[in-house]
């Protein structure tokens, strides 16, 4: 009985070595297989690359990139031409195979995300990089991003923003390798933020006084999260004034309920100077609804001299004074 048992026992720890044998020489999805198979010999330097890529080559060496590319210590599968674009044998092989070969113009947003966090792992994981809404949307990171742009391209935007007024900044200038500037870049899906900046009142966006990711991560990572506390909102980085605490808080502000900040304004621009999403008495009543029919207390809930500490207050549980 018992040499049965030990050959059962003998048996299962057989399958068991052979999934996980199996599970560890299954190959690595496209283009990380490039860089797993890819043998000392593969690498071939960047100067042979330069014999048939040579304007790519060109603007490479004035890239951010090169900088990083070019150290000798790094391992061969992060320098030059191949840290990004695979080993540069495999792709000699054939060179109209676009497996043996990192395209990014021609690649999956996925596929690019892999190739681009190889490095980039400090930015976010792959697994972060698939709960964005980018990803979700089929946006990689070359959508927004040059490996090696031209010095043109480096400097400042190609084109205005259309229909854009003369006070509008036309020419911002370019970082993170960006395809333009922010505004133009967010802008060309982002539309309806745009417009709601050409409102009367608006952040000063378009002035070229922020950007986009002033309030916006479009790199979302856990440690980014940890540093950003759970309940105020992001406008609390410029307006500290309404930060409290508060021994009254109004609930929005503090975060418990709502939209936070949003509930009441409207970030991007508005009609009215405060950026509040409506003139009247009507924005209290989105939540307020029992007030609505017999209580009036004039244009607004605060204007007319009632509850004028909106944000919270130290004194009054109805926020009626600071």
Same mark, same amino acid.
């Given at each position: 009985m018992a040499w049965r048992v030990s050959a059962l026992v003998l048996g299962l720890g057989f399958c068991a070595v052979t999934v996980l044998s199996g599970r560890e020489r299954k190959? %690595? %999805?496209?283009?990380?297989?490039?860089?797993a198979k890819a043998k000392k010999e593969d690498y071939i330097g960047e100067k042979e690359c330069a014999r048939c890529h040579k304007p790519y080559f060109a603007s490479y060496e004035r890239s951010p990139h090169a900088l990083y590319m070019r150290d000798t210590k790094a391992p061969l599968d992060r320098q030059g031409c191949e840290g990004c674009h695979g080993p540069g044998e495999i792709h000699?092989?054939?060179?109209?195979?676009?497996?043996k070969v990192v395209r990014y113009r021609k690649s999956k947003p996925e596929e690019i995300a892999r190739a681009c966090l190889r490095c980039h792992g400090d930015t976010m994981r792959l697994a972060?990089?698939?709960?964005t809404d980018h990803a979700k949307s089929d946006v990689s990171c070359t959508s927004c991003h040059q490996i +090696?742009? &031209?010095?043109?391209?480096?400097r400042v935007g190609k084109a205005p923003l259309p229909g854009s007024a003369p006070w509008v900044a036309e020419r911002v200038p370019i970082a993170g390798l960006l395809t333009s500037d922010q505004v133009r870049l967010c802008g060309g899906c982002h539309q309806r933020a745009v417009n709601q900046m050409r409102l009367p009142?608006?952040?000063?966006?378009?002035q070229g006084r922020m950007v986009c990711t002033d309030c916006h991560d479009v790199h979302p990572s856990k440690s980014g999260r940890k540093k950003a +506390?759970?309940?105020k909102s992001t406008c609390l980085t410029c307006?500290?004034?309404?930060?409290?605490? #508060?021994? #009254?808080?109004?609930? %929005?502000v503090a975060g418990w309920s709502g939209e936070g900040c949003t509930e009441c304004h409207q970030p991007h621009g508005a009609p009215h100077p405060s950026l509040v999403k409506a003139f009247s008495r009507g924005l209290c009543n989105q939540c307020h609804?029992?007030?609505?029919?017999?209580?009036?207390?004039?244009?607004?809930?605060?204007?007319?001299?009632? +509850?004028?500490?909106?944000?919270? &207050?130290? &004194?009054? %549980? #109805?926020?009626r004074t600071p």
């Open positions: 190959e %690595p %999805p496209f283009p990380l297989n490039l860089f000699l092989e054939e060179v109209e195979d676009a497996t972060q990089w698939h709960r +090696h742009p &031209s010095l043109e391209e480096q009142f608006h952040h000063p966006v378009l +506390h759970p309940f307006h500290a004034e309404k930060t409290g605490p #508060f021994v #009254f808080e109004h609930d %929005p609804t029992d007030k609505g029919n017999a209580h009036f207390p004039g244009w607004t809930c605060w204007q007319a001299g009632c +509850h004028v500490a909106v944000h919270g &207050s130290n &004194s009054d %549980p #109805f926020l």
